[in-house]
């Protein structure tokens, strides 16, 4: 798995425990959902900035998004 699969994994992963649909993320974080949607299923590299954005509106740390990352 290459890392923008391991991310968009790991961003679902998290959406869905905070209950949140894609469209609710992608408001939350100021992303439009088909953005979302190809993040989640690895077609994107994204941007520190938007990793940001990502975390913030999920409420988790980089260290904690990014802890086990390799495992």
Do not use: C
Not at 1 to 27: C, D, H, V
């Amino acid at each position: 798995m290459n890392p923008q699969e391991k991310f968009g994994k790991r961003i679902k992963f998290y959406r869905t425990q905070k209950g949140l649909s894609q469209e609710g993320l992608a408001f939350k974080a100021g992303l439009d959902r088909t953005y979302i949607a190809s993040v989640e299923n690895g077609k994107r590299n994204v941007s520190i900035q938007t990793i940001g954005k990502f975390l913030n509106a999920l409420e988790i740390t980089f260290a904690g998004f990014f802890k086990d990352f390799e495992d």
